[in-house]
């Protein structure tokens, strides 16, 4: 658990300081205010139940979106296919850097999901993966596109199944 925290601490960047620090003003400003306005007891309430929720919610889509808009790609499933004399799954795929900056190394993942007739059961398969395998691709170049194969093994299910791709990139 501690390596983990560690790891995540050590991938954030200046803007994700920058990101927190205003989350943490703006939660302050909001508890000051809310202390300002007690004598309007409703007010004064929903300003500091409203600063709470703020403080939980705000890091996680603040940190989405920022990265979203900083290291914008474009992902794309070229082809998969399911091997007969090993139980394995190659899958090819191609990532391009369309932000305007360099990317360090990206973590390509690729998610083998059980896909059904019933589109409720597809739905629900999607939150139980068949297999995850990742890789790391390091120093693509803005505007460069890289192409990429992950092998998912060991591959056992012998019914449909339906491969998504995920990167992240620092």
């Not at 983990?4 to 990101?19: A, C, E, M, P, R």
């Not at 999901?113 to 999607?126: A, D, E, M, P, V």
Request: aromatic residues 14%; charged residues 20%; hydrophobic residues 50%.
């Amino acid at each position: 658990m501690e390596s983990k925290i560690n790891k995540i601490i050590s991938d954030l960047i200046t803007y994700d300081y920058i990101l927190f620090a205003a989350i943490l003003l703006i939660f302050i400003l909001l508890i000051v205010f809310s202390l300002l306005l007690r004598q309007k007891k409703v007010i004064s309430i929903f300003l500091a139940i409203f600063a709470f929720i703020f403080l939980l919610v705000a890091p996680f889509l603040g940190y989405s979106i920022m990265h979203n808009k900083l290291f914008k790609k474009e992902l794309t499933l070229i082809s998969q296919k399911k091997l007969e004399f090993t139980k394995a799954v190659v899958v090819y795929g191609k990532l391009k850097n369309i932000s305007n900056r360099d990317f360090n190394s990206c973590l390509i993942t690729a998610i083998t999901n059980r896909i059904s007739s019933n589109k409720l059961k597809t739905f629900i398969y999607q939150f139980k993966p068949l297999k995850k395998m990742s890789i790391i691709e390091e120093d693509i170049v803005m505007g460069n596109e890289i192409y990429f194969k992950i092998i998912v093994s060991p591959f056992t299910y012998s019914g449909d199944f339906n491969t998504t791709l995920e990167a992240s990139c620092r």
